[in-house]
């Protein structure tokens, strides 16, 4: 019997003596992945490239590097348009950026028509060629022009040498600081050409909420460095039998990818910075880049949203783990608002919360910003209760309150964190509390002060106070506070006895801004749907949209490369999401053009309506699920069994 089955092409064999029934194909190529990319493939993506602009910018920034200097030599055998077309089609196909593969799609797997489509039919003229090769020179020819880092190194560095490649990126602040805006225009031209994807009809065209939040990448090398203390210094060991005495007698740790940093590998975890931890377990701890993600959020999450518009990245970048998070944030705002977008509200947690005056929440207020944010409970940087006061007013979690206000209402939030109330009443005390709340009598666009009055003053009066004469419509009012005689503690503080009072934007700028009353429902209900919509996104960028977060899939080290994986991974985000979203809309069409022929009668396309809350999960109605606000983790105990 021969030993080919009826299925196999005799013509399709190599040589069965040397290689058996494998096909030239996949013999000559080295892969099983033998599917030809065609011309018209490789057209779709390179206008895609082509609208982003990302090829105006490289040469752009290549010019200006080579400003000084001979700028000769001939041209490169695979140029940035050809690498980025290629690289494009694999992410699509959820394919890994490794050098070989790279090299074996641009080799083996084009058609003739691509290869001239992309300007490379010459290469193919029988010479031995190491695609492989060619395929990386490339990556790292188009990376080099963001790269302040030295991401082609492939040298092991010790400490010393760290410290002495950080001493020289601090000298060159400015440079450093130019490539890392490059890395993020390349990464936000690429979004933007996505968010253009979308049928004009269904973008959002001037007005979008956005979510903020931060995602961990793995790098590529878990060679860590020492953990650092609080100065910022690396912790290093000394073996017991080396000389105290010498500088330089240490145990050797080398690190590959220095721009890299320590970050936890368990998500959530209470601490993100390895200086701030007491027991130190080398294990909870991953070398790791930081991607910061703007994600276009639901402006009304309480609508149906089914038919709405996919949630889909506006901007992003990539740094260093727990660095200049207010800086990378706000150039991201910058380049949104710099496409003539109007950003209505930007949500963020309580991460980002603590983080400086002047390098973020100054920032976000003088762009006429309203964010929506959580802050840090405990009694030691503790953000809620009353947490500071003026001429008589408390501040009290974003806003400033009348001084009569009762005091069970201004500590609500630390009462229901310390379970002496239950939900419900914490929001009773919170719906109670917005009565109290001193009404804004101006409003200056960039103020370095804002004028408040009493509650109690004027037609729109929410408190009835015996301190002050109500005027004729607000006693009409059926539904004022009361402020009795006892709660009255000071008359003559300024909130109290003057008619209105300038209250500094330094006394409350970290922790004001917020669209909506803190805890109340409207604040609630919008701040949970937002962090939904970010945490589901980090889980479909890293899971669905592409194979990139996995290290292994990317073996190119350094934050350049990393940039640039990154930037791909957005793009697969997006494009992934508007596929879907595209789809239903044909299935809903296909589906009303089905009944318009069957019964003549002409279905139109559903709008928004009041959304349908789900069912209650089993794990939510059994008290199985910790993930929830609020939740109180209960100690238990060992039960021995004899």
């Not at 920034?61 to 089609?89: F, N, Q």
């Not at 409003?443 to 002050?468: E, F, I, W």
């Not at 934007?505 to 939904?532: C, F, L, M, P, W």
């Amino acid at each position: 019997m021969s030993a080919y089955s009826s299925d196999v092409d005799i013509d399709d064999v190599f040589d069965e003596t040397l290689y058996g029934l494998m096909p030239m194909a996949e013999v000559v190529s080295g892969s099983l992945n033998t599917s030809s990319i065609d011309k018209g493939l490789v057209l779709r993506w390179r206008q895609r490239l082509r609208r982003s602009g990302v090829l105006t910018l490289v040469c752009e920034w290549r010019e200006a590097d080579s400003a000084e200097r001979y700028r000769g030599g001939r041209k490169p055998t695979i140029d940035d348009e050809v690498i980025l077309t290629l690289m494009l089609v694999l992410v699509a196909e959820r394919s890994a950026l490794k050098g070989t593969i790279l090299g074996h799609a641009l080799g083996h797997r084009l058609t003739n028509a691509a290869k001239e489509a992309l300007g490379i039919s010459h290469l193919f003229d029988g010479t031995t060629r190491n695609w492989n090769q060619l395929a990386r020179r490339a990556v790292r020819r188009l990376t080099k022009t963001w790269d302040a880092w030295g991401g082609g190194r492939k040298c092991a560095i010790g400490r010393l040498e760290r410290e002495k490649l950080e001493e020289d990126l601090a000298e060159n602040e400015d440079f450093v600081e130019e490539m890392m805006s490059r890395g993020d225009k390349f990464t936000c031209a690429l979004i933007q050409m996505t968010l253009e994807e979308l049928p004009r009809s269904v973008r959002r065209q001037n007005t979008v909420a956005l979510t903020v939040d931060q995602t961990a990448l793995e790098a590529v090398s878990q060679l860590a460095p020492w953990r650092r203390d609080t100065n910022g210094l690396e912790k290093f060991e000394r073996y017991a039998d080396m000389d105290p005495e010498d500088p330089e007698s240490e145990v050797e740790r080398v690190v590959l990818e220095p721009q890299a940093g320590l970050y936890p590998v368990e998500k959530g975890a209470a601490v993100k910075d390895s200086a701030g931890v007491t027991t130190w377990v080398a294990s909870d701890w991953q070398m790791a880049f930081m991607g910061n993600v703007m994600l276009g959020v639901y402006e009304d999450p309480s609508a149906d949203n089914t038919l709405a518009p996919p949630q889909l990245a506006y901007a992003g970048s990539l740094s260093a783990p727990n660095k200049r998070i207010g800086e990378h944030t706000i150039a991201l705002v910058d380049i949104i608002m710099g496409r003539g977008t109007k950003i209505s509200r930007l949500s963020f947690d309580k991460g980002y919360t603590q983080l400086t005056v002047e390098k973020f929440h100054r920032p976000l207020r003088e762009r006429g910003i309203k964010v929506v944010k959580d802050y840090k409970g405990g009694k030691v940087g503790g953000q809620k209760g009353i947490t500071n006061g003026f001429g008589g007013a408390h501040f009290v979690e974003g806003d400033w309150y009348c001084a009569s206000t009762p005091k069970e209402l201004l500590e609500a939030t630390i009462r229901y964190d310390d379970g002496l109330i239950t939900v419900e009443e914490y929001w009773r005390d919170i719906d109670l509390r917005q009565a109290y709340k001193l009404h804004i009598k101006d409003h200056n666009p960039n103020p370095s002060s804002v004028k408040y009055q009493c509650p109690a003053m004027g037609d729109s009066a929410t408190v009835d106070c015996p301190l002050r004469t109500m005027t004729k419509k607000a006693l009409q009012k059926d539904n004022l506070a009361p402020i009795n005689e006892s709660q009255i503690l000071e008359r003559d503080v300024d909130i109290c006895c003057k008619k209105s009072l300038n209250i500094p934007i330094a006394e409350s700028e970290k922790e004001s801004g917020q669209k909506y009353g803190y805890a109340t429902r409207a604040h609630n209900r919008v701040y949970k749907a937002d962090r939904a919509s970010s945490e589901s996104a980090n889980d479909f960028l890293h899971n669905d949209a592409s194979v990139l977060s996995d290290p292994t899939n990317r073996p190119m080290r350094g934050l350049a490369v990393a940039q640039l994986a990154w930037a791909l991974m957005l793009v697969a985000f997006n494009m992934t999401r508007i596929a879907q979203y595209m789809h239903e809309r044909f299935k809903l069409e296909q589906k009303n053009l089905a009944i318009k022929l069957r019964t003549g009668i002409t279905v139109p396309m559903p709008k928004p309506g009041a959304r349908r809350r789900p069912p209650k999960r089993l794990r939510d109605r059994n008290d199985r699920s910790h993930y929830r606000r609020g939740y109180k983790a209960r100690p238990t105990v060992v039960v021995s069994r004899t």
